[in-house]
């Protein structure tokens, strides 16, 4: 079973940067489907960035493009997201998933739900002045 650590959230002022890191173990393809979804209090789950590792597609929200960055470690099986140029409005809690089933196009083009993959614990982001 795929098994996920996160690291890297934090607190940050207005127009800083952050990098969250996701530490992949345990999966059997040698791509499989990887993002990052973020809730904030009071508000819907968003997903915020996912690719398709080894090499494939990537998908940015249009809330955060031109920001955040998502790029993968292959040989470390790390899935990264860059974020810069931080608001408040990306105060939330962020959760990597991965799901082994999921298909390459429906990971980057599709409404993709780890319904069938797994979470890591959450690593909270501040973004305050």
């Known amino acids: 079973q795929v098994r996920l650590v996160e690291s890297g959230g934090g607190s940050v002022q207005p127009g800083g940067s952050l990098r969250l890191n996701c530490a992949a173990s345990?999966?059997?393809?040698?791509?499989?489907?990887m993002g990052w979804f973020r809730q904030a209090p009071r508000e819907e789950r968003e997903r915020v960035a996912s690719?398709?590792?080894?090499?494939?597609?990537?998908y940015i929200a249009a809330s955060v493009k031109g920001r955040f960055t998502i790029s993968e470690d292959n040989a470390a099986n790390v899935v990264s997201l860059q974020m810069n140029d931080l608001t408040p409005l990306d105060t939330a809690m962020y959760y990597c998933?991965?799901?082994?089933?999921?298909?390459?196009?429906?990971?980057?083009?599709?409404?993709?739900?780890?319904?069938?993959?797994?979470w890591g614990q959450g690593t909270q982001v501040t973004v305050s002045a």
């Open positions: 345990g999966y059997r393809y040698s791509s499989i489907c």
């Open positions: 690719i398709y590792t080894g090499g494939g597609a990537t």
């Open positions: 998933a991965a799901e082994e089933a999921a298909s390459e196009d429906y990971c980057t083009h599709g409404y993709w739900v780890p319904d069938r993959g797994v």
